[in-house]
């Protein structure tokens, strides 16, 4: 990202670990849409910022006082790289460490992962090493996809054999879907249009679809659940009218679990009257993609025992000298895209 | 209540009790917003409905399956009497039981106490005893006051030593900081402007007063706070200006705990950006005032212990003939009214 | 059971219902081994009490205040009944109504369910409609089973991806290994070693096998957690040995899970030094069977979706008059028994 | 100390900080019963280690990566320094960082706090500033003290109202006393003989005392709860027979917290039958004392707006020359001791 609205490649020196730091050589990189809303200006002015927080790589070097990594090692990082000592982490919220989304540094407040080599602080307690049997483009899904999604069913605080709707099936929903069955849901709805999308949102687990554009969402959920609404309702999409359905199908002494990005306008709106006049016990939770290297070791481990296939949403391969297309495809939501894997030259 | 918009006296039987039953004779009864709102048809119409919800009394009759209350016994029910074997119960939302809200029955679904008897169902599970030392006047205040305002703080998640913002301190307000300071808050911040209910505000226990209409509520507190916000925020209003405060106020991490009924307009708003686009880990809780014998008990004993003194919340005091006077000046607040007290005969 | 240590058949009447209650006609029953430790004396001495708690029927008459059911209607019971109004029941733990596991009515305070009828009290808060597609003999596991082995995994609080021990594969064991697969565990460990039991765990969930008799458990499950220990071990056999294994074998700031009765011994003994002292945040849970009818519809939810398949457990059946010979291979665990599931006729 | 057993002065240099790290010189300590502990041999032997983990002093020099202190900073360092990225800390345990208890460094893994000048580990994560209100005397109770105390109360899950018991009125039992009531228990009942301790104990919060030499505790406590038992019963000696207390009060549901060390035996015991023959829903809790910069600022503000005064617990005086002396009286708890305040030479 050069500037708002631009992007291409550049020159830059490989970065220099700092005492507790790594640098990483990338192996493979997703492309997200929050790359797109970075680049559309949605957090602010940044130049010469190079995007991309999904990447998995092998350890490059190292700082003097980092313990458990070794140039060589086969590594994934989160997205979100917390300040563990910080208040917000000690108050058990890392990703809010140093300031409000505090956590989250790559294409933001530091280089991101699109490039040879990127930047790690604090290699031991935000490096995971990757077990043999996960290939890399596996691995890399946990950085953001898995975590982000995941976080929406735990935050979701689903009951074992509870219902749950998940509005909206990008990667991210289909994550939030494959995280909800995880979590013992009895019947997960999922919300999405797209019949590429819906197909894989069945795989990963949702026992209904509903197609937004053939009916009404609200009443189809309720229709589902015997009038009573879900338990947990996800939002995985970030748009105003989607967090209204969410609150909507809620029943009363359930949960809205927010994993989307909002973008627009001034306010998000919390409709009164299903709200409940706002004595329903509805609890609305939110949050961002948890990272370190906790996160990411169990996250392997899902991984590693074969609990879900990441790798399904992988549309689209684009090597590094390719990534303009790649980003272009990413960002225009063409040809179906869910996921856009990059690999890097080895 | 005799339509929207119109009250009076009425003359009704006395109830029976079904099996599980209780009927109580009515000693003292506390007015209360909700049943101006009532009035106003805020749940919808209802014709010659008893109002009011907030009572003590003695014991008239019991059914014949109540084990555990008699004839002459001096009780309290909560505002709020639910059906404990119903689902929303067993979920452990018992206020939501039978419908969203449906615990709510006097003066809703049911009538209410401003009369010399009303119905208790389920009384084993609904009344509770008043302990010896506790005077009709304070424990009055039990059913909706304590229960509803130490909700607010209980749903707040306060850390010890945490950080709280009441914002307005009518007695709801004022019973959610005194059950901040219940709950181990280090610093309470009451946002009123009222300067009689401000003084009262310090006695049950803010630290600090903040008047909205000699400064800029948020600015405050997050000097209050150094830049940093509170850890919870309780809204005690019912505002949808105050809700956006409450959400302004709140730290990332933090917990807006909502008490508000909200009355008016199609939403409720969420400010988008300081609710961190949807990701800053700030929890929106919401509840309808707890009832039921349990908590009822507990309330007392924070009474019997003289944790608390609510009945220095009590400006005016009005017989039941009195009534139509009484209702009028807590419907327009007049003379700094706090809450109204009636004595019915004896 | 007539008396401690001798079963048979006896002739009683049809009980009746109560206003709220409702009486079943019985159609397949399982045999707990709970049912022995009550033969044996392990909740004192009982005369002429009918045995069983696992049951699924049809209604055969209900009482005047049932809302949901009629005669005719396909139900499933579970093995706790609580009253739900009771302070237990209101404090969120509705096993102990009425007294310590007051719950557990069943063949225990009143006459259990190896009848042609039995007696269910509050009948709208304790039975569950079984969906079409759902067999008796499938649906009969949800009344103890799956809700005390899932039990085991809920209150165990697994993170997703986390590590869990699952000390023994009895039927409660199984049902705790595929509840912690349907808590997100990234890594479960069962602990057993009759060879059967061991594939069927397996088939259930379980990633890894440890064999006591083959093997150090502690060793093996340090060995399988690079040394750390799990995050929760349930202890699924109530054995003193078990029990110090389950908090040898848990990580400091894991759970530690009980679903076992212990049934032996003046105490239950927690190894000092592997508790950390007292000091290692290693926390103790335990309970007893949920039961009601949201457990009892959300665990039916699982069958109907085909997370789980119990009836893999059931390893014998045999006809009602066949009781005699069905308690004895389940009481001496003849035959590799896991489960024996009981035929009435119809 | 100089080796198990044996205590003395010696003469050590002025340590240095490593980068992130400040050393603090000495204003104040007081000595703690694990101290003495340490002494005789209970975290193993150690050999010309300073004991001592609870200070406040003034910081002496920092190291180049420390942002937020600066010599002659009025600073207070929690008994426990957690490494905060490490993965306890990152699983919410961060007293567990490192190994089991790895959080307590001071006199146990490295250099304590009696001395003129001590090192302190990350310190923009685990000192926090003094405000000026609060004497050092007062600040100084919250290393430990404080944090232990009210960590038992939290970790016993108190209900607004609730009833608690706290075994054994020592200073970490005062405190826990305290805590309850700062968590708004409605009954807090102390267990203590020394009549110099009741006293004090009252004073912070104990509504009833139970002095177990003159009467059943077990039974006393079933009394004043009217045959329930407690919901939570904090255990704050580590003895094992009143760990067996402290589970035989706690009701059905309720939580025992354990705050104690646990110095003998092989075993602590449950009491199987009171225990709910480990089905009763009992939880037992345990932990030890939280530290960082955050939970010393919200102890610090409990002091600063006067919740709690610790100071009332200082029996004892002494300079630092009179150390021997000082622990002399701590060890053997001469003249009722409470706490021993050291101060050091300015």
Redesign the interface.
């Known amino acids: 990202m050069k500037e708002i609205g631009r992007v291409g490649f550049m020159e830059k020196p490989v970065p220099e670990p700092g ?1 507790g730091d790594a640098v990483v050589r990338t192996t493979k990189a997703l492309i997200c849409t929050s790359d797109s809303h970075t680049v559309q200006g949605g957090i602010g002015p940044r130049q010469n910022l190079t995007l991309g927080h999904e990447a998995v790589g092998i350890v490059h070097a190292v700082g003097s006082e980092v313990r458990d990594f070794r140039p060589g090692d086969r590594v994934l990082v989160g997205a979100i790289t917390p300040d ?13 460490s140093g300031a ?2 505090g956590g989250f540094k790559f294409a933001n407040t530091k280089d991101g992962v699109f490039a040879e080599y990127f930047h790690v602080s ?1 290699a ?3 490096l995971a090493k990757i077990p043999d049997g996960i290939p890399d483009e596996a691995a890399v899904y946990c950085a953001d996809m898995l975590s982000t999604g ?1 976080m929406g ?2 935050k979701g605080d689903i ?5 749950v709707a998940v509005l909206a099936q990008g990667p991210v929903g289909m994550m939030a879907t494959a ?1 909800a069955r ?3 849901a ?2 997960v709805i999922g919300v999405e249009s797209v019949p590429s999308w819906q197909k894989l949102a069945r795989t990963y687990g949702a ?1 209904e679809i509903v197609d937004f554009t053939q009916e009404d969402v609200v009443e189809r959920i309720l229709e589902l659940t015997d009038g ?1 609404g879900v338990d947990t309702a996800i ?1 995985a999409l ?1 748009a105003d009218v989607t ?1 209204q359905t969410a609150v909507k199908v809620t029943k ?2 359930g949960t809205v679990s ?15 009257v299903e ?14 993609c948890p990272g ?4 990411m ?6 991984l ?2 074969e ?1 879900v296939d990441p790798t399904l949403m992988t549309t689209h391969r684009f090597s590094f000298d390719e990534m303009e297309r790649a980003f272009e495809v990413s960002d225009k939501k063409l040809e179906d895209v869910v996921k856009v894997l990059v690999g890097f030259p080895q």
């Open positions: 005492p563990w000592s910080d208040l917000a982490s000690q108050n058990g919220h890392p990703s809010q409000p989304l604090d031991d307690g935000n995941f069913a735990e009951p074992m054999g509870g219902t995280g995880l979590r013992g009895g019947l026992d009573q939002e970030g967090f009363p002494g927010n994993t989307g990005y909002f973008g627009e306008g001034e306010f998000v709106h919390i409709p009164r709200w409940g006049v706002g004595m329903a016990d509805k609890t609305i939770a939110s949050g961002l370190g290297r906790l996160r070791e169990r996250l392997l481990r899902v590693e025992k609990r």
